[in-house]
């Protein structure tokens, strides 16, 4: 279980998340959605200390950071439990699809070379690139690239998974592609975090919505309810206009 209590970040004068409460079962998937500003992103950077939270407290499981005062073994821990997907993949560019996974598992993991190749491999093959091991990021289309981030993220076997807006950077036509990796990731029981405009998608996939604005969460609940009867009238604002079709095709 991942919760949040109390967290809060502030840039300069600007305070960008004002206090977010937030729990997460074990093999959940959260969506988070809002407007642009709404300060999604930055709660996502902070759950694994991208960013570091100005207050409030994280607790994954029975591991708990204090983040007025979090001791750099505690940041490292919390890190070692999470894994993220990035908007512009982060993959390096000097090596192939098959050393960027491998990298976390030699480095952080401290797998054998020949250990971390085969899971590597098995992970490709999963998210469709088993014909791909060899190609540098140069060699990918944007959807390859991010299945490959998304493998990476996987070899690591984290707690939780973190998803920024994983489909932003894709032309149209290859955004199916990658959502169709994460709902097949979803149906495994993985807990997974995903910050994303896909409306239809999260409708579909997560178990549980949360609508932020202004830094606050706005509304939050079942899919059902947040798309079909939310309370809050900003919410309904927002989705209105995704009410009457999905945003995504597979």
Do not use: W
């Amino acid at each position: 279980m991942i919760k949040l209590t109390g967290i809060r970040k502030a840039f300069g004068k600007n305070e960008v998340l004002k206090g977010i409460d937030l729990t997460v079962d074990k093999g959940e998937v959260v969506a988070i959605l809002g407007p642009s500003g709404s300060g999604k992103t930055t709660l996502l950077r902070c759950i694994n200390y991208l960013e570091r939270p100005s207050d409030g407290e994280i607790s994954i499981d029975e591991f708990a950071v204090n983040c007025r005062k979090p001791a750099k073994k505690d940041i490292h821990a919390l890190r070692r439990k999470t894994a993220m997907v990035f908007q512009q993949y982060n993959l390096f560019r000097h090596k192939t699809a098959l050393e960027n996974v491998m990298e976390g598992l030699v480095i952080v993991k401290k797998l054998a070379k020949e250990e971390a190749r085969r899971r590597s491999v098995e992970l490709l093959e999963k998210v469709g690139l088993s014909d791909k091991l060899d190609a540098y990021p140069s060699q990918l289309s944007g959807g390859q690239q991010q299945r490959v981030g998304i493998a990476r993220a996987l070899a690591l076997n984290p707690e939780v998974i973190l998803f920024d807006e994983p489909t932003s950077a894709l032309d149209p036509e290859l955004v199916g592609e990658v959502l169709s990796v994460i709902r097949k990731i979803a149906k495994e029981g993985i807990t997974m975090i995903i910050v994303t405009h896909e409306m239809g998608f999260a409708q579909e996939v997560a178990n549980h919505i949360v609508f932020m604005e202004g830094g606050s969460i706005v509304e939050e609940g079942p899919p059902k309810t947040i798309f079909q009867s939310p309370k809050e009238e900003r919410t309904r604002q927002f989705l209105v206009r995704f009410n009457s079709e999905s945003s995504y095709s597979i």
